[in-house]
């Protein structure tokens, strides 16, 4: 099945720095990559998408971009604020099911004031 | 607005006693998921369903299984709950044969002591 792998586990950033976290995928067939935002104590939600027809997406200060060639995308946050500080989660979509999510493991952004 | 609601924010339960984690989705969406959540290990996939009397394993069924007897309604039930399955759990929904967004409930942290 669907493996996803995500990097780094924790990043810390200055207020207004730039964010980057990046995840691989084991299947070539995934054709779906969301990116999901925990905040503490609430629940995950999407934050961006992209398919795999499409290179990058941006939605104002988010950005993702899809390498399927090297199986890997990435998350992009570009003038960051304390209230981005959260936990983030990439998935893609399981081999042989369309419907399916695979996550990866997280990664728990603080953003320092 | 997509609500997904879920019987129970906090429960505490006792080894070997039977226990039902309910989730209610208000959007008519097909298909219904469970999740287990745990630090440094993303969601997992629990169960799934993209049917009423529908279900599907996912990567880490053992010890739970599941209901669909409604579309709207899919829970989850631990046989006889262990102390390895005190976790948070979370159920998602969504529309159509997919790839599409997932919405998720805000969560049941289950402690089995």
């Known amino acids: 099945g669907e493996n996803v792998e995500q990097h780094p586990s924790t990043l810390s950033v200055q207020e207004g720095d730039s964010a980057v976290i990046k995840c691989t995928y084991s299947d070539s067939a995934s054709n779906y990559f969301p990116w999901y935002k925990q905040e503490l104590g609430k629940r995950p939600q999407l934050i961006i998408d992209?398919?795999?027809?499409?290179g990058e997406k941006k939605d104002q200060r988010i950005a993702v971009t899809l390498n399927k060639t090297a199986k890997h995308f990435s998350l992009h946050i570009t003038e960051t604020q304390p209230e981005d500080s959260a936990v983030y989660f990439c998935?893609?979509?399981?081999?042989?099911?369309?419907?399916?999510?695979?996550f990866g493991s997280g990664t728990q952004l603080t953003v320092l004031p | 607005d997509v609500k997904v609601t879920q019987s129970s924010r906090y429960l505490v339960k006792r080894t070997g006693e039977k226990v039902f984690l309910e989730c209610v989705q208000d959007?008519?969406?097909?298909?219904m998921f469970w999740y287990r959540q745990d630090p440094g290990l993303g969601l997992r996939l629990i169960y799934f369903?993209?049917?009423?009397?529908?279900?599907e394993k996912g990567d880490i069924p053992e010890g739970y299984s599941v209901s669909r007897e409604k579309k709207e309604r899919f829970s989850l039930i631990l046989e006889s709950a262990s102390t390895n399955q005190t976790s948070m759990y979370l159920c998602?929904?969504?529309?159509?044969?997919?790839?599409?967004?997932?919405?998720f409930g805000p969560g049941t942290r289950l402690t089995v002591t």
């Open positions: 959007m008519d969406h097909e298909n």
């Open positions: 369903s993209y049917d009423v009397k529908m279900k």
């Open positions: 998935a893609a979509t399981t081999s042989g099911s369309a419907r399916q999510l695979t």
């Open positions: 998602a929904s969504s529309s159509g044969q997919g790839p599409y967004e997932q919405y």
């Open positions: 992209i398919r795999s027809n499409v």
